[in-house]
C-alpha cells in the first residue's frame, strides 16, 4: 500500500527513528523498510525537515488491524487519538467502531458524523460509539493543536494545503488569519517568526488557539480575537503583509475587509468553492472589485486544494496587492 514515509540514508536511520518516535509520527500500522542503503520510516503525516516520499509498505504482521477483525477495510479518519467514521447504518457503525477499538492502533474514541457542518460556527454534531469525548490533540506538521470536534471546525484534510500556505511566510511578516479556527494557521505562522493576529466567531476556538500557541510557545506572537473579523478588527488597518481567508462559501462577504486590512503590500490567501468549469475567475473578479484600483492585483497562485462535492472544486488563489 502507497504509505507516507520519511526517507534516510541507513547510516542516520536509528537517529531519524528515535527524533521521529518522539514527535509520535510513525505509522505503527506499518513496517519500516530497506532498499539500496536508504531506510524508509512509514509515519503519519509529512513533516518538515526531513526527506518526504510515497512508497508501498508492507503492514506489519504483529499488529492487529481493524480489517482483521471485519473482514474489509473500514473507510476512518484521524484526527489525534479519535476515529471518524461516517455511516448511515446504525448496526455497521457500531461494528466498526467496535473492531477499531479491539484493533492495535492507538485510538481511544471512535466516533460517527451525525449531521453535515451547520451554522456559522461550522461544527457537527456525532455520534460517540467508543470512548467519552471528542476533545483531543492532533499533530500537525510539527505543531500540536488542542480541539473538541464538538464545538469547533477542524478537517486533517487541509493540512498540506495549510503547509503550503504557511512554508510561504518569513520571520519578519505581520499575518492576519480572519477565520482562524484552533490556530491550524495562526499558529505555523508564527513557529516561522511571523506575528499573527487571528479572528473568529466562534468564542471556543478562540479559547482553543490562545491555549495551542501556549502549547506550542508562540503565545507571545500570536493574538486571538474573538469576533467577527469586520467589527473587531478595526485597530489593524493597513497592518498585514499576509492575509488567509480560509471560509470558502462567503469569504467574498469579507473581501472589503481583507483590503482595508492590508498593507502596502499584502499576499492574500482567498479560498472558495466553484464549480470545476470555472474554478478560479469568480473568485478573481471578486478580489478585483474590491482592490482595484486602489491596488494593483497579481495572482500568483491559482491552486486546487481538493475535490469538494460532484464537479465542484475547493480552490485557492494566491494574490499580491500592491498598493497603487
Given at each position: 500500500?502507497?504509505?507516507?514515509?520519511?526517507?534516510?540514508?541507513?547510516?542516520?536511520?536509528?537517529?531519524?527513528?528515535?527524533?521521529?518516535?518522539?514527535?509520535?509520527?510513525?505509522?505503527?500500522?506499518?513496517?519500516?523498510?530497506?532498499?539500496?542503503?536508504?531506510?524508509?520510516?512509514?509515519?503519519?503525516?509529512?513533516?518538515?525537515?526531513?526527506?518526504?516520499?510515497?512508497?508501498?509498505?508492507?503492514?506489519?504482521?504483529?499488529?492487529?488491524?481493524?480489517?482483521?477483525?471485519?473482514?474489509?477495510?473500514?473507510?476512518?479518519?484521524?484526527?489525534?487519538?479519535?476515529?471518524?467514521?461516517?455511516e448511515d447504518d446504525d448496526a455497521r457503525a457500531q461494528e466498526i467502531a467496535d473492531a477499531i477499538a479491539q484493533s492495535d492502533l492507538p485510538l481511544d474514541t471512535v466516533i460517527n458524523r451525525a449531521s453535515k457542518v451547520q451554522g456559522e460556527l461550522r461544527v457537527r454534531d456525532w455520534d460517540i460509539l467508543v470512548g467519552d469525548s471528542t476533545e483531543t490533540v492532533h499533530r500537525e506538521y510539527g505543531c500540536d493543536f488542542r480541539l473538541d470536534l464538538a464545538t469547533v471546525y477542524f478537517s486533517p484534510?487541509?493540512?498540506?494545503?495549510?503547509?503550503?500556505?504557511?512554508?510561504?511566510?518569513?520571520?519578519?511578516?505581520?499575518?492576519f488569519d480572519m477565520f482562524a479556527g484552533v490556530g491550524p494557521f495562526a499558529i505555523p505562522f508564527a513557529k516561522r517568526g511571523a506575528t499573527v493576529i487571528g479572528t473568529d466567531l466562534n468564542e471556543v476556538a478562540v479559547q482553543y488557539m490562545e491555549e495551542n500557541a501556549r502549547r506550542n510557545d508562540v503565545a507571545d506572537r500570536v493574538t486571538a480575537?474573538?469576533?467577527?473579523?469586520?467589527?473587531?478588527?478595526?485597530?489593524?488597518?493597513?497592518?498585514?503583509?499576509?492575509?488567509?481567508?480560509?471560509?470558502?462559501?462567503?469569504?467574498?462577504?469579507?473581501?472589503?475587509?481583507?483590503?482595508?486590512?492590508?498593507?502596502?503590500?499584502?499576499?492574500?490567501?482567498?479560498?472558495?468553492?466553484?464549480?470545476?468549469?470555472?474554478?478560479?475567475?469568480?473568485?478573481?473578479?471578486?478580489?478585483?472589485?474590491?482592490?482595484?484600483?486602489?491596488?494593483?492585483?497579481?495572482?500568483e497562485t491559482r491552486h486546487t486544494v481538493r475535490s469538494y462535492a460532484p464537479h465542484e472544486v475547493n480552490v485557492c488563489l494566491d494574490v499580491r496587492l500592491t498598493k497603487a
Open positions: 500500500m502507497e504509505v507516507t514515509c520519511v526517507r534516510v540514508p541507513v547510516t542516520e536511520g536509528e537517529k531519524t527513528r528515535q527524533q521521529l518516535a518522539g514527535q509520535g509520527v510513525i505509522d505503527d500500522e506499518y513496517e519500516i523498510t530497506v532498499a539500496d542503503g536508504v531506510l524508509y520510516i512509514p509515519v503519519t503525516e509529512a513533516v518538515s525537515g526531513y526527506e518526504v516520499v510515497t512508497r508501498d509498505a508492507p503492514t506489519r504482521d504483529t499488529l492487529t488491524m481493524p480489517a482483521d477483525i471485519l473482514g474489509f477495510e473500514p473507510a476512518y479518519e484521524r484526527i489525534g487519538q479519535i476515529a471518524i467514521i461516517d484534510r487541509l493540512a498540506t494545503e495549510r503547509h503550503r500556505v504557511t512554508e510561504q511566510a518569513t520571520a519578519d511578516e505581520q499575518v480575537i474573538h469576533g467577527d473579523v469586520r467589527e473587531v478588527a478595526t485597530e489593524y488597518t493597513g497592518w498585514a503583509d499576509r492575509i488567509v481567508m480560509n471560509l470558502p462559501h462567503t469569504a467574498n462577504e469579507f473581501l472589503e475587509t481583507a483590503v482595508a486590512l492590508a498593507g502596502d503590500e499584502c499576499v492574500l490567501h482567498y479560498y472558495d468553492f466553484q464549480s470545476e468549469d470555472d474554478p478560479y475567475s469568480p473568485g478573481e473578479a471578486a478580489i478585483r472589485a474590491a482592490a482595484e484600483p486602489a491596488y494593483n492585483v497579481t495572482v
